[in-house]
Nanobody, 118 residues
């Protein structure tokens, strides 16, 4: 199973970006999915997560600005980021709790850079 993230880039403060992350492979099912970020010199932190049933959880620093969603048919999770701030600059990683052949583990995408700067 692989997670492929896309959608990062350079945006001005106040702008928007949409990240996508698709899980691919064979014989698997996806439970919760989420987005984490890691800024230079800082630890990786949870941004938002969503269960297979659609329940969401957000870090306080993105509430009201970011929206996580998913398409279960496509095994894809999205992160809509609005009102971006320079402090949102980081590498964003997608994460998925996946079951495959009765084995359950976390999978990580390769990371996509988000830079918020004028």
């Amino acid at each position: 199973v692989q997670l492929q993230a896309s959608g990062g880039g350079l945006v001005q403060p106040g702008g928007s970006l949409r990240l996508s992350c698709a899980a691919s492979g064979s014989s698997f099912s996806v439970n919760a999915m989420g987005w984490y970020r890691q800024a230079p010199g800082k630890q990786r932190e949870l941004v938002a997560s969503i269960t297979s049933g659609g329940s969401t959880n957000y870090a306080d620093f993105v509430k009201g600005r970011f929206t996580i969603s998913r398409d279960n048919a496509k095994n894809t999770v999205y992160l809509e980021m609005n009102s971006l701030k320079p402090e949102d600059t980081a590498v964003y990683y997608c994460n998925a709790d996946i079951v495959r052949f009765l084995s359950r583990r976390d999978y990580w995408g390769q990371g996509t850079q988000v830079t918020v700067s004028s």
